[in-house]
């Protein structure tokens, strides 16, 4: 059974860190792309981070500069580390599992981030 399970959410004050963790089992991690997504109220789920296979990153024009993706495949986890938290940058962020040459895609149920003005 696959399991993408979340955490290091919260309420933090604008300016502020957080540092959010994906940790993965059922799949064989080292072979899959692992991506951080978020949703605001109202909003389509956008693209934040992602880390491929081989650890090449990308990052959404908002988020550069100020979040880390990374990656510990002995812990199968993948992290966030966010700095200079903005508002805007409140919403549910989801844990995404993808490989592609087996076309297998799977996400965590999310955790909250709020970030106060």
């Known amino acids: 059974q696959v399991q993408l399970v979340e955490s290091g959410g919260g309420l933090v004050q604008a ?5 959010l963790s994906c940790a993965a089992s059922g799949i064989a991690f080292i072979f899959y792309d692992m991506g951080w997504y978020r949703q605001a109220p109202g909003k389509q789920r956008e693209l934040v981070a992602v880390i491929t296979s081989g650890s090449s990153t990308n ?3 908002s988020v550069k500069g100020r979040f880390t993706v990374s990656r510990d495949n002995a ?3 993948v992290y966030l580390q966010m700095n200079s938290l903005k508002p805007d940058d409140t919403g549910v962020y989801y844990c995404n ?4 040459r087996i076309r297998r ?6 955790t909250q ?4 003005s």
């Open 105 to 110: 895609e799977y996400w965590g149920q999310g």
């Open 15 to 19: 300016g502020g860190s957080l540092r």
């Open 59 to 61: 990052y959404a024009d």
């Open 97 to 100: 599992s993808r490989e592609m």
């Open 75 to 77: 812990k199968k986890t």
């Open 113 to 116: 981030v709020t970030v106060s």
